[in-house]
């Protein structure tokens, strides 16, 4: 157990230092020669997942309409607020942590894939030989791309679950467009929160994803491991964030 | 002159390296034999400080550059090339910006500076014609050649060859040979050869040594190996599937 503990400290330091040599190699201007990269990166993480993104978040916007009303008309028949709270809790909580999730499966899988294909195939200790620093080739470009894009797609993700959530509740309550999408009970407070957590989402991914890339042994059977890796820390991290933000939230901006 | 002193390396539960000491002569090619798994590309990569050994030190030109941080090791890397066994080109550069990058990134070149300087090493090399070419656009012995006139392009005093001959035809392997006979005699290159080619080994080595079981079995002149009566050593250079080599991770 103490071993564990152990372990999972010595990550963390890991991935602090990581982060840290990030941030460094983005504020030092890394990415001034590397803009091309960051082009590509952008659109690979964020093109790329808008279909993904538009399916999950409309889809969920639907069942979340469709569950919560359906409970709802068994206890009062005023249907007035409903459109208002849904708008509220997806800027605040499942527009962004449902795409931070949906980055990182998708995006986390990808970037450990490709990095930890790069360890293995010696490209990383190349990058070294050649006195460059793998986090300004490999980390910052993503880095960036993933955390501008995850705050995209969020706010792009809520758009899509709020549009999917009033077709549902129009087609099978008859609740008009006008009464539905209303923005009474969203506060200034809800938006800093839903974008706070998405840019803590979009930076955090590709650090713990490049992590587990940068961590590959073996061959492939060690990038299937370390994409497995990246996938579940990544997902965690999302948990794990969206509780610490949420806390922050309502004690800082509710308060 | 290069010196691995009793050299530990250990991962996770695997002890690949167990104690190995080797000189490595100045201007001299020198060969490291052994299985797949013996650790002849962990002992190498000691030397640049891409691996740490656990124990033992290493040095070079006289100095100890065990404990080197990784800015101290861009002096190293500097003068010592590698040739990685993959070929190690970055998928999202041309032929020429892959060469030119130890030139921006060692030297400080300018960007265009380097590329020119890069077309160079590629001549050297009969890859000019790949230039703009992305690497993923040809076949592994034409990788090979242009991550070779990556390793030229800092004018290293010693070059790590990491299978410079595998999966290249008899004559792009001739070409490599050549060109490491080349300069160990005209620019005093010291080359340090990571290969199961046997035909490489008895036309150019100057010095060959065989690790087996992490630890450096015999060291010599090709004759030695040639001539040797030690058991081991004659299967592997025989390619005797029976007899009494053991294999890493078998019976452990």
Not at chain 1, 71 to 88: C, H, L, R, Y
Not at chain 1, 146 to 152: A, D
Not at chain 1, 170 to 183: A, D, E, K, P, Q
Not at chain 2, 89 to 94: A, E, G, I, V
């Amino acid at each position: 157990m103490s071993q564990a503990i152990a372990q999972w400290m010595d990550s963390m330091v890991r991935l602090g230092r990581l982060f840290r040599q990030t941030f460094t190699s983005v504020l030092k201007g890394s990415l001034r020669r590397r803009r091309s990269q960051l082009i590509v990166q952008m659109y690979e993480i964020g093109n790329k997942s808008v279909l993904f993104i538009t399916a999950t978040l409309s889809i969920l916007g639907m069942i979340s309409v469709f569950q919560v009303l359906k409970q709802v008309e068994k206890i009062v028949p005023d249907f007035s607020m409903i459109g208002p709270a849904f708008i509220q809790m997806m800027i605040r909580e499942f527009g962004p942590t449902i795409t931070g999730l949906m980055i990182a499966t998708r995006v986390g899988s990808g970037i450990a894939a490709e990095v930890g294909s790069m360890v293995v195939t010696e490209q990383v200790d190349a990058l070294r030989m050649s006195n460059a620093k793998p986090v300004d080739y490999l980390v910052a470009p993503r880095f960036v791309a993933c955390g501008i894009q995850t705050m995209m797609l969020s706010i792009y993700g809520v758009v899509v679950g709020v549009i999917a959530g009033s077709i549902t509740a129009y087609v099978f309550w008859n609740i008009s467009f006008g009464m539905f999408l209303r923005f009474d009970l969203v506060q200034w407070g809800d938006v800093v929160s839903g974008l706070l957590k998405a840019l803590a989402y979009g930076f955090t991914i590709p650090i713990v994803a490049s992590q587990a890339g940068l961590e590959t042994k073996g061959g492939s059977e060690g990038v299937g491991a370390a994409t497995t890796r990246a996938v579940v820390n990544a997902s965690f991290a999302v948990v794990i964030l969206d509780l610490l933000l949420s806390g922050f939230s309502y004690l800082v901006l509710y308060g | 002159m290069i010196v691995f002193q009793d050299i530990y390396k250990r991962f996770g539960k695997k002890e690949v390296l167990r104690g190995v000491s080797l000189n490595v002569p100045k201007g001299k090619i020198q060969y490291i034999i052994g299985t797949s798994g013996a650790g002849k590309s962990v002992l190498t990569k000691h030397l640049v400080g891409l691996i740490r050994p656990d124990k033992g030190r290493v040095l070079f030109d006289g100095r100890d550059i065990t404990d080197c941080t990784e800015q101290e090791y861009f002096e190293v890397r500097r003068r010592v090339a590698t040739v990685f066994q993959h070929a190690t080109l970055f998928d999202s550069m041309t032929m020429a910006e892959n060469v030119a990058l130890p030139l921006r990134k060692h030297r400080g070149c300018k960007q265009k500076e380097a590329l020119e300087r890069a077309m160079e090493f590629l001549k050297q090399v009969q890859m000019a014609d790949y230039a703009h070419r992305y690497p993923s656009d040809v076949g592994d012995g034409l990788r090979k050649r242009v991550a070779i006139a990556r390793a030229l392009t800092m004018e290293p005093e010693v070059v790590i060859f990491d299978e410079p001959t595998t999966g290249i035809d008899p004559l792009a392997a001739a070409n490599v040979d050549q060109l490491m006979r080349h300069l160990s005699e005209q620019m005093t290159v010291t080359s340090i050869v990571i290969s199961h080619d046997l035909r490489s080994i008895f036309r150019v080595a100057d010095r060959v040594a065989m690790l087996y079981k992490g630890r450096v079995l015999l060291e010599g002149t090709p004759e030695e190996f040639r001539n040797t009566t030690n058991p081991v050593v004659r299967q592997f250079i025989n390619g005797d599937a029976e007899g009494p080599m053991e294999f890493p991770g078998v019976g452990r």
